[in-house]
Structure formats: structure tokens, C-alpha cells
């Protein structure tokens, strides 16, 4: 019988019992001071990010080759045929050719690599539907024939307190720069068919842009059943404002309140974000 092994990383923002219940592979990035360097979501919480970032902002780095050759030898040890890994957006990081490489090499695993195009729960939904395919006894081939038709129902937007540590980080894509942020314009992020940020709408004002949010996904919900993840980057109450606001609404299917999204992505957000990632019901 074939053995199906589940890959992912740390931007997924996957909680720990959705990973321990599917047995997810998680790769963790690297956040990487002048002095130190740490395995996202293993050695430093978003918290110590975002807290130190008034003395040193960090960067970050996909993980670590060898982490990867590591896990592909380990699965072979334990007898798994095929592999699915979904990953954090190629539009966002090279971690989806990383992995390329390092599969290519392991032809006694059967991998199928899937760019996610997305990041957060919009990349972890996909994840969390692949372990539920796995444990229902799904063949690999109806999983991979599964993911794209769910990757076309799910919707992510985002917004941020300050522009700075997107362009900081290179990730500021498509998205509104520095005149923007001199009006006080806050751009509702999105991501693109290539999986890169742009602006899909933009509001005047922190208050604003977090209202116009919810605008924007209750027409998504308006026709569609959806289920809903509220992510954020320390910024609880605004983040637990906009969950109640969702909470209200008739055709939602359920509302995850999905807390911190992982320290490496704070690193390029900075501590303000809120994020929304919608799922369409089938």
C-alpha cells in the first residue's frame, strides 16, 4: 500500500494539534539577527520578534537545505512511498524550489510539490484538507486532483500597520509605497494568480481599513458559504474586533480565531496585521 507523507512550513500558521493530528512535516524558515539566528516557530515566539524589533529588525531565510535532505531521509526510513508538500508562495520565497531540488534526488518517494500561491491559513487550509484526505484513505492521486479545485475557493486580504517591513523585506510586491503611507492611505493586501502581494483596495485610516476588510469578504460570503480564519500580528483587539464582526454574519460556516501568525512572517509584516482568509464551502 502506497504510505503518504504530508509537507508544509512554518507560515502556514498551523496549530499544534492540526499538526500533530495529520502527522504534518513541518520546514521551519530562519530569522536571522546580526548575532543569532533562530528556527521560526521552534527557538523564538512572534512575540520576541516583534518586541525586539525597535533594537534590530531582523531577516529571514528559507529553511535550511539540510533540514530537508534531513526530513526526506527520515521519511524513506520510515517507509513512506509518496509525498505531498504545500508550501508558502513562490511569488513570496524560493522555498518551493528548494524543495524541488531536494525531491528530485529522493525518486524512491513519489513528491508532488504544490505552490500554495498564498500564505498564513490561506496556505494552511490547503495543508489541514490534505491531512483530512490522507486520514479519510484518499489515494494520492485524488489528493492531487483535490488541492487545485480548493486552491480556487480560498481568498486571503490583509492589512498593516506600517508599509516599512514589507519593503524592508523585499515583499512589498504590487502593493501602494511610500506616498501611500504619507497620506495615511492603508491598502487592503491581496495576492495575485503569481501568488505576490498587490493592493486590491485601499481605504484612509487604520479604523477604515480594518471595516473595509470586512466589506470586502462579506460580499464573498454573500454568495458563498464560507468558513473564516482571523489571523493577526500583535494586534489582538483589533483582531478580535474584526472576528466579531464576522461572527454576525448569516453565511458563515464557521470562525477561527487563528491568533499569531508565525514569527517569520512577522518579521516582514511587523506587529499591526490583520489578516482574513475565506474558504468557500463546496
Do not use: W
Not at 223 to 239: E, F, Q, W
Amino acid at each position: 500500500m502506497n504510505k503518504i507523507a504530508l509537507i508544509s512550513d512554518t507560515t502556514a500558521d498551523l496549530n499544534k494539534e492540526t499538526i500533530e493530528k495529520y502527522n504534518i512535516n513541518i520546514l521551519s524558515f530562519r530569522i536571522i539577527y546580526k548575532d543569532r539566528e533562530f528556527k521560526d516557530g521552534i527557538d523564538i515566539t512572534p512575540e520576541e520578534v516583534y518586541r525586539g524589533m525597535n533594537v534590530e529588525v531582523p531577516t529571514s531565510s528559507l529553511p535550511s537545505m539540510q533540514d530537508m535532505e534531513d526530513l526526506y531521509v527520515r521519511l524513506e526510513n520510515q517507509g513512506f512511498t509518496h509525498a505531498i508538500a504545500i508550501l508558502l508562495s513562490s511569488g513570496l520565497s524560493g522555498i518551493y524550489n528548494a524543495l524541488k531540488l531536494v525531491s528530485d534526488n529522493h525518486p524512491n518517494i513519489n513528491t508532488c510539490i504544490f505552490d500554495s500561491k498564498s500564505i498564513s491559513m490561506g496556505e494552511g487550509a490547503l495543508v489541514e484538507a490534505g491531512g483530512e484526505l490522507i486520514e479519510c484513505g484518499k489515494t494520492f492521486e485524488e489528493i492531487v486532483k483535490f488541492i487545485p479545485t480548493l486552491q480556487q475557493r480560498i481568498h486571503l486580504f490583509f492589512v498593516v500597520d506600517t508599509l516599512e517591513f514589507l519593503k524592508k523585506g523585499g515583499r512589498i510586491g504590487k502593493v501602494l509605497g511610500t506616498i501611500a503611507e504619507l497620506l495615511n492611505i492603508k491598502p487592503i493586501i491581496s495576492v495575485d494568480r503569481e501568488g505576490i502581494y498587490y493592493t486590491y483596495d485601499k481605504v484612509r485610516g487604520r479604523k477604515q481599513s480594518l471595516n473595509r476588510i470586512v466589506e470586502i469578504s462579506n460580499k464573498i460570503i454573500s454568495a458563498k458559504k464560507c468558513k473564516i480564519y482571523i489571523m493577526n500580528s500583535y494586534c489582538l483587539l483589533d483582531a478580535q474586533k474584526v472576528y466579531n464582526d464576522f461572527s454576525k454574519l448569516s453565511n458563515v460556516t464557521e470562525v477561527v480565531f487563528g491568533g499569531d501568525i508565525s514569527p517569520v512572517s512577522g518579521v516582514h509584516s511587523g506587529p499591526g496585521l490583520v489578516g482574513v482568509v475565506l474558504v468557500e464551502e463546496p
